[in-house]
């Protein structure tokens, strides 16, 4: 066990609950935390629970549920696997949102759909099919279909204006009952990529995710529920490098008995290392596989078919798989 | 002189302010309605003023300034003449809008960016500077800079949300001292295809625009002054067949002298015949040129370089020349 | 009947075989030309056969089969009528193909991807699978799927080359065994915009299409044999220009009894006339529905589903309802 | 100096030539290479030339000279620095090719546009203007212009053709009399992201590059000259990975004045441990800045602007300055 966790290490908080659970429950169990797993045929389900200010103090996360789907066939182009991952989506989507069939949702694609590994959210938004409008036109639609609103802002960078501003004064004008984010996070391991998604009804928080958003999108800032999607496409390029000198490290005290090396660094030291081999950019450095972008299609692809048939009861799944 | 213009005949409102002039003045002076013109090196400036309710009335728009600028330069790739064009046009803003160096400004790109024809808007967006979240972050970057935030939300199709009641929204949040909008519009004449900027301080009215926005974008709405830079880049399937049939009956007056075919004409049997033209899409159709997209590449270039400079007097001219 | 049609008034060929067979068949059959119709649940298929000399001359087409699907479900969202669709249309492939399972094939997209209604092309080409390059490192995958390579090399105007003889050189290095080529096509007729997809054993005629190609694109010019798949998704502005006339001259003969108007204008009068109309652009003008972006995005799911399960004997068509 | 430099390591050849030297020259002169190097305002440029077969043999790579531009303006958005940088690449592309005013040219962006990092090649194509098409409609625009082609034909993985597979050809059906290819390359060191432009008379190697495209494109394949333009924009993960374990030995043997950890590490050790750091994903990672998208437009800016330059004679440069 790492007795210096990276995000500790960095100050970067990790964007998945489970890597967190995953560093902390090997000290033993976590009070006011609790882990429950499933399986399922193409992964593992689990469920953590922050259930009070120990759970919270631990493992730097707000109260409340964070579902992870982990799948190697998210990976893949298995649309067999990809329609049963659906399916689990969906009903996860709708039991953290338990809505009546009259509520509205407002769908949230947070980040720059110029750069791939942050564009999940903009792409999956652009699948959604938007139908606040056109009951304003035709009533008689609303059979089977619930009020859905989209939006896909772009990075405050280009916009000038944050994402929480633009939902905030969104949600107060047109009162949806509850606000969906999806949103591209940063892994704290290379074997997530694209291969995890995170479910959580606290929102998103500030500094996470892959272009550091400030201010928290979460129920107290919004006013209504926030339900949190998000996939792990890029891993801080600090993590491999931190990698690399434990396992260096773990290589010196084998083959030379009386070393010490890692054990006797200590985390300040790490830490320049770290910041030495970085330097040129702050930090700001992503590692992201050479095939993002076909991974980016298949997540899209299952998230918004997940986030449709969650909303509207009257979609037939059968339809669903011919979702563009 | 046509006795039933179109505009009128089909309910469609013309959304330049010069054509509806060119229509009306044929019948003499128009009461409440004074136009000056000026002519620079590459083209004509109209500044049309609508000034009270007799003026409103005449034309159909409500009372303001509206200022067109026309240029054949504008549909070339002749850069020195665009320099000229993208001078002058900034000049014009910065009389329009009268701000002071600390006024903010919300931009706004309105209409389909998946649609050439309708996605100036959005592309002009792109190219400007939103420098508010900046600001925050690095206040000492003011120096020259206007606070300025920039958003294209897409169009309600897509969002379900209608333009205005985001602008609305973000307005009340953000609380710019002015909005600027930037759209496609709808011309009456083929001849006006990208060779014409509309400028007006009355906004955006409902109905107008390739994409028939519903709500108004103007200063009564938004609580802000509002400047609307449009540009024509469709043409009404209409206006085509109306033109034909105007031409058609001419040349049957002329080749038998006894017949008054046009003349005779009843207005709603000219709106029968062209509906019957155009019913298979219930007349939304669109009549564009094929090089429309290397004619929007030109104009985004040019009001992106206007907006620009007249917002920020830190930026050089000779720098924005470089402006991508 | 109208006895000066469009396409020889205009010197526009028009690309739909089946509309040139509805104007020529209304003077009785037509020598060296059969036409069969079959109707199925959701539209009727014609196949016209261009037999002979005398078929060549009268239709101004290129001996060989010419397939009409039409259907008004593909203008629709129905996935449900999409699937039968793509079930037929990739019978048809299938049947013109009649390609060993060995066999080799490169597809190309033709057209503009950055104006909407020339980007079925591109867009379908974007969601083709290529084999090709996959083969040569891993043979074991040929199971099931056939070589296929994929390119989309975008317009001439951009390029500097005619699409042409990129096919050409492209053709004489890798050696497929046929070519497919995907278009958008111009109608002569609102009612048939995004609602028929032709398919044709005689490949791409010069002078048709939206951007107006000059090079035949044939078996002849390919030395492999060439299946074209076409939509129409505009009409040429004169299309409409032509039929406002139509519908005015029948009005005044109806309303005045002893005028001929129409019958007596001599067809070098109405090609002034829509010249006249349509002048500033030259009659590079296309009329489009304002939605055009939304049909071809179901355009694109049925041509490239038909495609890949036509190609690849090892796609389940259940797996291939996933295809993005 | 680093006896096992990373790219004897890891199989990875180097992209800059700059880069290899820099390792080499620390063991003192390299025999058949020779080096020049020239500061100007806003940088340096370094000229290598690989004189003969000890040269080639000790850089591994081809006979020829590389040209290394490098300045700290490249990532910044000073267009009167972009304006000199434009002037000094135009004349260093012009002095590489040494063209006839007559010679045509091909011009090939190579990459991936859907993934930021690499689609620096196929934006740039974008940006030029291919006039062969045009001077064979309108011969008399010849003036001041050279024929130009441009093909930007997408990834081996899209299309299921190796680009140098299509370049050949192309170039035995166009017959141009020189080519050039924009991609974008991997660094060795994070600090010359996007501010190194590297131009190489000797074309583009097997392994290098992004995307690692498999066959060479030279002169030899090519059967013309082949200039190629590269800037670094991702360090392959492994790099990092590499730099961490240098950073963490050296300071293991400061603090421990007995230990010689890294100097005793073996080659094969070393290589062991980054394999199992990058294990998820083959090693197929890549780092790249936050921001990388912004980078990537000034690129693309200021190399299509010095091709531009510099193969049109007639283009006025203060024209050219308006260039989108």
């Known amino acids: 066990m790492n007795p210096y966790p990276l995000y500790q290490l ?3 908080p990790l964007d998945l609950a489970l890597e967190v659970h995953e560093i902390l429950s090997g000290e ?3 009070p006011g935390v609790s882990l429950e797993k499933t399986t399922f045929e193409h ?7 922050v259930l009070d200010e120990r759970g919270e103090s631990a493992m730097g996360k707000p109260r409340g549920t964070y579902v992870t789907l982990e799948s190697e066939a998210l990976r893949t182009v298995d649309r067999t696997a990809h329609a049963s991952l659906i399916a689990i989506l969906s009903d996860t989507i709708k039991n953290m949102l338990d809505l009546p069939d009259t509520a509205s949702v407002l769908c949230c694609g947070i980040g720059n759909p110029n750069v791939i590994s942050d564009a ?3 792409m999956t938004a652009n699948r959604l099919t ?3 409008s056109l009951f304003e036109i035709a009533p008689e639609m609303r059979e089977g279909l619930r009020e859905v609103s989209v939006i896909a802002p772009g990075v405050s960078g280009v916009t000038g204006i944050e994402t929480a501003e633009i939902l905030e004064s969104l949600i107060d004008r047109i009162k949806p009952d509850c606000l969906i984010c999806v949103d591209a996070l940063a ?9 995890t998604i995170q479910l959580a009804d606290t929102g998103i928080f500030p500094g996470s995710g892959v272009g550091s958003r400030r201010k928290p999108i979460d129920r107290q800032t919004m006013g209504v529920p926030v339900l949190a999607l998000g996939v792990p496409t890029v891993v801080h390029a600090g993590v491999i490098v931190h990698q690399a000198m434990e396992i260096l490290t773990g290589h010196l005290e084998e083959v030379s008995s009386s070393s010490q090396a890692y054990r006797d660094l200590q985390p300040p030291n790490i ?3 770290i910041d030495r081999v970085l330097e040129p950019f702050d930090g700001h450095l992503t590692v992201t596989p050479k095939d993002v972008d076909e991974q980016i299609g298949n997540l899209v692809h299952i998230i918004s078919g997940a986030i449709t048939t969650a909303l509207h009861s009257g979609v037939n799944p059968e339809h669903l798989k011919w979702l563009p």
């Open 130 to 132: 938007a139908t606040r």
């Open 10 to 12: 960095m100050g970067v």
């Open 43 to 49: 992964g593992v389900i689990s469920t953590i629970r």
């Open 187 to 195: 892994a704290g391991s290379l074997s997530r990529l694209s291969a």
């Open 271 to 273: 830490k320049t290392i």
């Open 28 to 30: 033993g169990e976590i």
């Open 120 to 122: 999940l959210g903009p």
